[in-house]
């Protein structure tokens, strides 16, 4: 079992820049590819950002690609999501998730994934 927690999240303005952070308990990350999604009040879930279990492999959403980056820190069981300039249209509660690995790689379906935080609201104003 793997428990997730994710922290970070606030109100910014439009053009600013937040750092979330997803610490696991229960379980090394070393053995988890992981991903960031995002819910909009009113709308589906979707992908943001994931990486695979060493690191090597990341894909992100288009909507996101060239602002936000996403990493990790085995040593400290951290994935993070780094937000820069942001837009009042990533506004949304965004979830961390992560996927039993045998050979490491990443995946945008969300049924993938065998665990799941909390969330964190993410909001940017205009």
């Known amino acids: 079992q793997v428990q997730l927690i994710e922290s970070g999240g606030g109100l910014v303005q439009a053009g600013g820049s937040l750092r979330l952070s997803c610490a696991a308990s229960?379980?090394?990350?070393?053995?988890?590819?992981m991903g960031w999604f995002r819910q909009a009040t009113g709308k589906e879930r979707e992908f943001v950002a994931a990486?695979?279990?060493?690191?090597?492999?990341?894909t992100y959403a288009d909507s996101v690609k060239g602002r936000f980056t996403i990493s990790r820190d085995n040593a400290k069981n951290t994935v993070y999501l780094q937000m820069n300039s942001l837009k009042s249209e990533d506004t949304a509660v965004y979830y961390c998730?992560?996927?039993?690995?045998?050979?490491?790689?990443?995946?945008?379906?969300?049924?993938?994934?065998?665990?799941w935080g909390q969330g964190t609201q993410v909001t940017a104003s205009s």
């Open positions: 998730a992560a996927r039993l690995s045998l050979v490491g790689g990443t995946t945008r379906r969300g049924a993938d994934y065998d665990y």
């Open positions: 229960g379980r090394t990350l070393s053995s988890y590819d």
């Open positions: 990486i695979s279990r060493s690191g090597v492999y990341t």
